[in-house]
T-cell receptor, first 114, second 113 residues
């Protein structure tokens, strides 16, 4: 079985500040990891994914995440926050075999203060 | 590529009524997933199809829930005898076998009153 834990249900940063959203995973086999963003009353949009190639993954809108096996982490970062980054962010995991349905964390709401 | 389309966007129903939601995936996508998302939580897997075959159902999918994908294209999710606990956002996602990262629709928000 696999799971993800997102530390911090709410994160608030100032515009221009570093964004760091934390995600730790648990998996019995090599995982594939994802970050999705959700704006109010919308579906989820894929930001980036780790598929066992490079451990530093770059995504859309200036976000990136680093896979650290020793720490079982996949934290999401962005050097400089924009107001438009305010949204809910979900970390998700799936296994390298099987049905590939995603197991999501409970989400982190990012607020960006002017 | 018009994305994953879900209909309706919002549904308000009285407890005990039946409701049906529709999902139209991206046309060449052969995998289709249904998820349920309650307020303040991440989506939870309900069921998935590969082409027209329903390959797995979560234990969250009680016998009041049924899903179909009759021709391997669009899918429907029906909830019979709705309960207040069914109030949630129902999300559909699709992908191609071998592709990682699903494309999500905007969801159907169900409110049971």
């Amino acid at each position: 079985a696999q799971s993800v834990t997102q530390l911090g249900s709410h994160v608030s940063v100032s515009e221009g500040a570093l964004v760091l959203l934390r995600c730790n995973y648990s998996s019995s086999v090599p995982p594939y990891l994802f970050w999705y963003v959700q704006y109010p009353n919308q579906g989820l949009q894929l930001l980036l994914k780790y598929t066992s190639a490079a451990t530093l993954v770059k995504g859309i809108n200036g976000f990136e995440a680093e896979f650290k096996k020793s720490e079982t982490s996949f934290h999401l970062t962005k050097p400089s926050a924009h107001m438009s980054d305010a949204a809910e962010y979900f970390c998700a995991v799936t296994l390298s075999t099987g049905r590939r349905a995603l197991t999501f964390g409970s989400g982190t709401r990012l607020q960006v203060q002017p | 590529d018009t994305g994953v389309s879900q209909d309706p966007r919002h549904k308000i129903t009285k407890r005990g009524q039946n409701v049906t939601f529709r999902c139209d995936p991206i046309s060449e996508h052969n995998r289709l997933y249904w998820y349920r998302q309650t307020l303040g939580q991440g989506p939870e897997f309900l069921t998935y199809f590969q082409n027209e075959a329903q390959l797995e159902k979560s234990r969250l999918l009680s016998d009041r829930f049924s899903a179909e994908r009759p021709k391997g294209s669009f899918s429907t999710l029906e909830i019979q005898r709705t309960e207040q606990g069914d109030s949630a956002m129902y999300l559909c996602a699709s992908s191609i076998v071998g592709q990682l990262g699903d494309t999500f629709g905007s969801g159907t928000r169900l409110t049971v009153v």
